[in-house]
């Protein structure tokens, strides 16, 4: 469930969603928020049927 929720957190982000209003709408500090976006970034798959996913980066 964390994981959908950082998904989701970066999603509101590059949508245009201020830090400070997704951190609250995910119950974290805006630090967190700031934390989740610099260490995962998207990948999405090639493959027919897969869903857009996140990986830790290196």
Request: charged share 25%; net charge positive; hydrophobic share 35%.
């Amino acid at each position: 469930m964390l994981v959908e929720q950082r998904y989701r957190a970066v999603l509101e982000l590059r949508g245009g969603s201020p830090v400070s209003e997704v951190a609250i709408s995910c119950g974290v500090s805006r630090q967190a928020v700031c934390t989740w976006t610099s260490k995962y970034e998207p990948r999405v798959s090639r493959a027919a049927g897969e869903s857009p996913g996140f990986r830790e980066r290196a």
